[in-house]
């Protein structure tokens, strides 16, 4: 049987461990609960690194100080490796980069945690926590998951890679989800 995506409104959001890169560093062991405490949270899935998502995480990173005043933690996290991420973090902005972003920016490269979110985007089968067919290229579809301070998904909206996500929107709805 292969699975697609399915509403996760209101169900507990799960933690997870991996790599990434945080603060110009790579990083082996992040946990999300860890670095969340209590805290909301904003998961950025986004496609592939070297793509037009360096608008939305630089747009993020631009209003960091906004989301810190609403105690809300910022991750950024797709199917690329953390030195990929960490090679498009020393590429300025106005070349397609993301160098200044501070938040972390994390690598699912087993796609685990993009499954359970429900982003990753094409047809697979799963067993045992392991991806064991799929049918085209695994990547994550751009997504905004917004998390309240008990670990509950208030907030899900994925959208084709072209489409950019405006940060605005996601400031109006976080002030509507106090």
């Given at each position: 049987m292969y699975y697609n995506n399915y509403n996760l409104i209101g169900k507990k959001a799960i933690n997870f461990n991996t790599t990434g890169v945080f603060k110009k560093k790579i990083i082996n062991k992040f946990n999300f609960f860890k670095y969340k405490k209590n805290n909301?949270?904003?998961?950025?899935f986004f496609p592939k690194n070297f793509t037009n998502c360096y608008i939305e995480l630089n747009n993020l990173q631009k209003k960091i100080k906004k989301f810190k005043s609403k105690n809300v933690k910022i991750l950024a996290i797709s199917t690329d490796n953390e030195y990929s991420h960490l090679n498009w973090m020393k590429i300025s902005k106005k070349k397609g980069g993301i160098k200044g972003v501070n938040f972390p920016i994390l690598s699912d490269l087993n796609k685990i945690i993009s499954y359970y979110y429900k982003t990753l985007s094409g047809y697979y089968?799963?067993?045992?926590?392991?991806?064991?067919?799929n049918k085209g290229q695994l990547i994550c579809n751009?997504?905004?998951?917004?998390?309240?301070?008990?670990?509950?998904?208030?907030?899900?909206?994925?959208?084709?890679?072209?489409?950019?996500?405006?940060i605005k929107e996601i400031l109006r709805i976080i002030n509507i989800l106090k």
């Open positions: 909301k949270a904003l998961l950025f089968k799963i067993s045992n926590n392991i991806i064991l067919k751009k997504t905004i998951i917004l998390i309240d301070n008990k670990n509950f998904i208030k907030y899900y909206a994925s959208n084709d890679d072209i489409i950019n996500i405006s």
